[in-house]
């Protein structure tokens, strides 16, 4: 089972700053099936980027991925507020789907 | 619109059974997978199951498997997870997620709250 290991845990930034999520594979992954999700205070999760550095449809273009093999990452160009949320990567290996534990992002 | 709805959650004894359903509506249901997936009060999101189109294909998170059963009706634009054996553990807000070809959630429902308690 691949395991999915997200830093930093917390990232406490001030708006128009720049937020850099970590996510990384125990063992490599097929950037195919690298997605990551965005979490705000009780609601569902949202889908953010999909295939690693595809953006998911109506997600502004301050959010990007990036990353292959066992490193990949998630870029919040120019944190606005409404960024507070818990962000999560996904895979897909071998029929089974594995999620990270998360990043949260709090704004100053 | 693209929509999700999930039912059947509720208190349920440990070693008890719930069935949770998940409607379907603003699209093709039998093109697509689904995914179940849970999150337990203040934790992050664990995958718990994942069907295919046709149904012919089904996979379980190994701490699920042997007491969680997924099926579908796409004939009803329906999906179902029956939960059985249930423990305090398995307490968590279940979720059904339509999957895309390259094994993402595109849409997710708003959930269902499950809690197994005596």
């Known amino acids: 089972e691949i395991v999915l290991t997200q830093s930093p845990g917390t990232l406490s930034l001030s708006p128009g700053e720049r937020a850099t999520l970590s996510c990384r594979a125990s063992?490599?992954?097929?950037?195919?099936?690298l997605a990551w999700y965005q979490q705000k205070p009780g609601q569902a999760p949202r889908l953010l980027i999909y295939g690693a550095s595809n953006r998911a449809a109506g997600i502004p273009d301050r959010f990007s991925g990036s990353g292959s093999g066992t490193d990949f990452t998630l870029t919040i160009s120019r944190l606005e507020p409404e960024d507070l949320a818990v962000y999560y990567c996904?895979?897909?290996?071998?029929?089974?789907?594995?999620f990270g534990p998360g990043t949260k992002v709090d704004i100053k | 619109e693209v929509q999700l709805v999930e039912s059947g959650g509720g208190l349920v004894q440990p070693g008890g059974s719930l069935r949770l359903s998940c409607a379907a509506s603003?699209?093709?249901?039998?093109?697509?997978?689904i995914n179940w997936v849970r999150q337990a009060p203040g934790k992050g999101l664990e995958w718990v199951s994942f069907?295919?189109?046709?149904?012919?294909?089904?996979y379980y998170a190994d701490s699920v498997r042997g007491r969680f059963t997924v099926s579908r009706d796409n004939a009803k634009d329906s999906l179902y997870l029956q939960v059985d054996s249930l423990r305090a553990e398995d307490t968590a807000v279940y979720y059904c997620g339509r999957v895309r070809g390259w094994y993402y959630i595109d849409v997710w429902g708003k959930g269902t709250t499950v809690t197994v308690s005596s």
């Open positions: 996904q895979q897909y290996e071998s029929s089974q789907f594995t």
């Open positions: 063992q490599s992954v097929s950037s195919s099936y």
């Open positions: 603003g699209f093709t249901f039998s093109n697509y997978g």
């Open positions: 069907i295919s189109s046709s149904g012919t294909s089904k």
